[in-house]
């Protein structure tokens, strides 16, 4: 299931994929928006219960496993939940959720806040009225960004954010790709880690789970991503996929425009 459009580019000596974020609105399915109010519901349940706090991040183990798919969406239905809400974009090395948000490259961000080019975070965030949520772009590409995310104006802001904002979501790179989100770890309170069905090993996901322990980061949950329950091949599946079928309960194209039905697990 393409939680994002690809439209592959081939040559000999490179691939080039341009992604489309599916964003949810109100011509989006009864499935595709139920399955991030459950997300929404839990991750809740759990932040209340466990008292966590509310800066989160969402992660997976290896690209293009949908998580800024599951961070924007995740925030959007937050919001909708009359929650005050900032996505960041902490991929500092190739962020793009400024391309899938329609945000000018020049806007500042984490970067610019964090290098001390801006000093008010304030100034590093715009309101995305569609949404209905502030996102902080990851700013300008830069090398040292190991070192700009240990330094002490990484905890600083996110003090500050934490107490600006109901939530936060924090879109990071993927964790066993490089050491980044590991050292973000230890300013946010929780991890969810995405998962694409049938796109990683197991030994990927348990090297991602390891990483994230050996950080001592609280790891919240697992969203099953790229799910389609009709090729699972048993007889609960099946059961289940007639659910999906009949409820439209799916987590990618609308039942109308794809014969995939999938689901998302949290």
Request: with cysteine.
């Amino acid at each position: 299931m393409p939680l994002f459009k690809n439209k592959d580019k081939k040559t000999s000596s490179n691939r080039h994929v341009d992604r489309e974020l599916r964003i949810i609105s109100d011509s989006s399915s009864f499935g595709f928006k139920e399955a991030y109010r459950a997300l929404r519901t839990n991750l809740s349940y759990v932040i209340e219960s466990s008292q966590c706090g509310h800066v989160i991040m969402i992660t997976s183990s290896i690209p293009a496993e949908a998580k800024s798919n599951v961070a924007v969406n995740l925030c959007i239905s937050f919001a909708q939940d009359n929650k005050s809400v900032l996505l960041v974009d902490c991929d500092l090395r190739k962020g793009t959720l400024h391309r899938y948000l329609g945000v000018s490259r020049r806007q500042h961000g984490i970067v610019e806040y964090l290098d001390g080019t801006e000093t008010d975070w304030k100034n590093c965030v715009i309101h995305l009225d569609e949404y209905g949520i502030d996102f902080m772009p990851s700013g300008v590409m830069v090398d040292n960004t190991t070192e700009l995310l240990g330094s002490s104006s990484t905890g600083k802001l996110f003090n500050d954010l934490s107490a600006a904002y109901d939530m936060i979501i924090c879109d990071t790179p993927p964790v066993n790709a490089v050491a980044d989100t590991s050292v973000l770890s230890k300013y946010t309170d929780g991890a969810i880690l995405v998962v694409s069905h049938n796109n990683v090993t197991r030994d990927n996901v348990r090297a991602a789970k390891a990483q994230l322990e050996a950080t001592n980061t609280n790891i919240l949950g697992v969203v099953l991503s790229m799910f389609d329950a009709t090729k699972t091949g048993t007889d609960n599946t099946r059961q289940y996929s007639y659910y999906n079928y009949n409820y439209n309960y799916g987590y990618g194209y609308d039942a109308d425009k794809d014969n995939h039905n999938e689901s998302t697990q949290s």
